[in-house]
């Protein structure tokens, strides 16, 4: 390079390069290029980890004991590892040893599962030695056929107790970095994290209906695909909004959830507000036996963690924020109250597998078993499940005209998509 440099000066006659000049032109060369990623090696990861976003999960490949690549859920609801599904050509080993229940949300009983701690875990360049692993007997989550894409489990925080974690939700990726080798980016806030029993918390400031600002305890979940929910247990629960609706939340170790979709005035991260959220209130029923003995508020899910680049140091227990390109996307939800599943990932036939009670599409006249073939004049066939659930959550002053296959026969729907809730 330096040739290349001097024969553009004699080209250009532009200037005589004297030993003194030369000497001086080679510190400033040197320190160019070799004090300046000595600097940026501080914060320089040791490992870059790609994932895919399924909805609001967050998947990434890891190899279990040298066995072919699974997807897994990042979870950090959860701390060790858990394989929900294993489809015909997966080749996995799994070092088992013993069998033990499983306790979760939701209404049903304790699951089984086989469980080893003799397991290695390779993510990228990472290697996570002697990992506790959970081979769930029953698949209870779904979670293949209500993303669309191939999910095998979950994979939880014993990933990131020995690093600082930066999940970035705009590149895709999440930074691993040694403590002693890290530097804070500019423009992230900090928020105290409180470490219990191998899971997160942090506290949030809430606005509620009746404009009583408290603060509550959450539970740091990238598992959850939702905003946030909010307990409906003790006393001092947080009141739900009259305007709400009746759902089917989700699916827990434990079985369904059900409960009310609302919004609350504001929720704060610091000096970061969310205004008109749309949160969850679980029925009291399906969460009392996990509240009765444990003194958070609720948890705060993926959906809401995604607007944000997040730093995680379990260690020092920090959390640090920075508002990413999706903060301001509104706050949407199925609006329809229809679920829908893909039960084959090898073709795009989408199958009605739920139907909230009083919801505009049980008044229109949809059922559990109807299998989806037009949408507004669309040919479902030509769009992914998270398109057609986005039709789902469209607020429109006009009926979302459905057409589905049900016993053979083709019939037609119009569901009333105005806002229950109200959005401002």
Partial sequence: MFVYICSRFRHFNAMIISVTTYRLFFAVWTLMFVSVPT?????RSVASIPFEMAGSYIIIKAEINNSAPVNLVFDTGVKSTFITELHPEDDVELNLTGKKSIYGL???NYVSSFVGDNNNIKIGKLHFVNQTVYLIEEDILGLSQYSGLKINGLTGIDLIKDYIAEINYT?????FYQHEKFQLPK????KPLIIEENKIY??????????????IKMLLDTGAMLNAWF????????EIPEKRVYARIGEGFGGELYGYLARIPQVCFEHYCFHNPVVVFPDSAMIA???RNSDRDGTIGNELLSRFNCIIDMKNKALYLKPNYFFSNKFVYNVAGVEVIQPS??????????????????????QKGDILTEINGAKTFTMKLTEVRGCFQRVSERPLNIIVTRNQQQMTFNIDMQDLLNNP
């Fill in 202 to 215: 942090l506290n949030l400031t809430l606005l509620d209906d009746n404009a009583k600002i408290c603060t």
């Fill in 106 to 108: 939701g209404q049903g």
């Fill in 345 to 366: 990932l090898d073709f795009p036939i989408y199958e009605v597998t739920c139907v909230w009670k009083d919801s505009p599409a049980a008044k229109a006249g949809l």
């Fill in 171 to 175: 590149r895709r990726k999440i930074y």
């Fill in 231 to 238: 307990q409906t247990v003790r006393s001092n629960a947080a």
């Fill in 39 to 43: 600097l940026l090696s501080r914060s």
């Fill in 289 to 291: 036996d996990i509240m």
């Fill in 187 to 190: 423009g992230y806030i900090y």
